[in-house]
């Protein structure tokens, strides 16, 4: 079941609170409504649902794990068992985000026909060039995202993600110096940090940049190299740059002067006390909430306008960006 929002305030609170499930209509309750094999992404099939006396038409909803969520819930509670961090309420959605569930989500992201669904349309190279024209270039989705946050950690799954990630933002490695199209297995035996930028008191912000097999699209390797993906994020915990806040159970708030709850009035925020602005201090006393806002997103925009000065053409940095199916045994 997918959310139609009615305002931005319903879209900010489910992205929100959202964790590690979803809603899903009870299988027994979707085939009496007529749902089945002919439902595709293809079809025009609506589901008969009788529409009570206000003119609703209510369906039962159980709730769904989502397995990708799972496992990168897993991955949190390893850190916390390594760190010795208990009791902990690390989670999903407070302590690890997931980059492209808001903005930019793809079922599957290929210019090559599917040998093991062949309804599935490829893109062609001039669609997926203007689709990361639009929405990485232009609109700056996953880089909003990223300077907006500023992770400690950086994860990046899979090979395709790996190589349109070092090769759209090479001119901010300061560590490791990662080349597009290096195998995954080479990328995780160093250390790799990207740089945010410089702040306006000229401190330098930046993070560390952990490759892994996709945990669902290749969960044989993710298994295997699973515990070097760990070791690495244990290693910036056990340097300071991931910081355990007892009191909350949480991971302590990295930079920036985060105001979604308030400002989008989800609620109030739950680290208010913890944050650390951007902004310089002297702006800080200034008695408009929009004054420190609009300084806080002047450093942002900064950070970010730098971001892909080094940048290769569309056609080059995606390249080699399709995901490979896998087939059956492998």
């Given at each position: 079941m997918n959310p139609l929002f009615d305002d931005y305030q319903q879209y900010a609170h489910y992205f929100r609170y959202r964790a590690i499930a979803k809603l899903q209509i009870p299988e027994a309750s979707y085939l009496a409504a007529g749902g089945g094999p002919h439902d595709t992404p293809f079809s025009d099939f609506e589901l008969d649902v009788p529409a009570d006396e206000q003119g609703r038409r209510t369906v039962p909803v159980e709730m769904q794990p989502v397995t990708v969520y799972e496992t990168y819930q897993a991955l949190l509670e390893a850190l916390a068992d390594r760190m010795g961090w208990s009791p902990h309420q690390l989670a999903v959605g407070e302590d690890l985000a997931y980059g492209n569930m808001v903005a930019c989500p793809s079922a599957t992201w290929t210019t090559k026909p599917s040998p093991t669904d062949p309804t599935l349309p490829p893109m062609t190279d001039q669609e997926r060039t203007g689709i990361v024209t639009e929405c990485?270039?232009?609109?700056?989705?996953?880089?909003?995202?990223?300077?907006?946050?500023?992770?400690?950690?950086?994860?990046?799954?899979?090979?395709?993600?790996?190589?349109?990630?070092?090769?759209?933002?090479?001119?901010?490695?300061?560590?490791?110096?990662?080349?597009?199209?290096?195998?995954?297995?080479?990328?995780?035996?160093?250390?790799?940090?990207?740089?945010?930028?410089?702040?306006?008191?000229?401190?330098?912000?930046?993070?560390?940049?952990?490759?892994?097999?996709?945990?669902?699209?290749?969960?044989?390797?993710?298994?295997?190299?699973?515990?070097?993906?760990?070791?690495?994020?244990?290693?910036?915990?056990?340097?300071?740059?991931?910081?355990?806040?007892?009191?909350?159970?949480?991971?302590?708030?990295?930079?920036?002067?985060?105001?979604?709850?308030?400002?989008?009035?989800?609620?109030?925020?739950?680290?208010?006390?913890?944050?650390?602005?951007?902004?310089?201090?002297?702006?800080?006393?200034?008695?408009?909430?929009?004054?420190?806002?609009?300084?806080?997103?002047?450093?942002?925009?900064?950070?970010?306008?730098?971001?892909?000065?080094?940048?290769?053409?569309?056609?080059?940095?995606?390249?080699?960006?399709?995901?490979?199916?896998?087939?059956?045994?492998?």
């Open positions: 990485f270039h232009t609109r700056r989705y996953f880089l909003r995202q990223l300077f907006q946050s500023l992770p400690a950690v950086i994860l990046i799954l899979s090979q395709s993600t790996a190589n349109a990630f070092n090769a759209e933002l090479r001119g901010r490695f300061v560590k490791g110096a990662p080349q597009p199209d290096e195998p995954l297995e080479r990328l995780m035996d160093r250390e790799v940090r990207l740089s945010y930028g410089e702040l306006p008191d000229g401190s330098t912000l930046d993070a560390r940049v952990v490759f892994s097999p996709h945990i669902t699209g290749d969960p044989r390797h993710f298994q295997r190299a699973r515990d070097r993906v760990v070791s690495q994020i244990v290693e910036e915990a056990r340097a300071g740059r991931m910081v355990f806040d007892q009191r909350s159970g949480h991971l302590g708030r990295p930079p920036g002067a985060c105001v979604l709850c308030p400002m989008m009035e989800i609620g109030p925020c739950d680290y208010v006390d913890d944050l650390r602005p951007l902004s310089p201090p002297a702006r800080l006393t200034a008695d408009s909430p929009a004054t420190q806002l609009q300084d806080e997103k002047h450093v942002q925009a900064g950070l970010l306008a730098q971001a892909l000065e080094a940048a290769p053409p569309v056609e080059l940095a995606w390249a080699g960006t399709d995901e490979q199916a896998q087939r059956p045994g492998s």
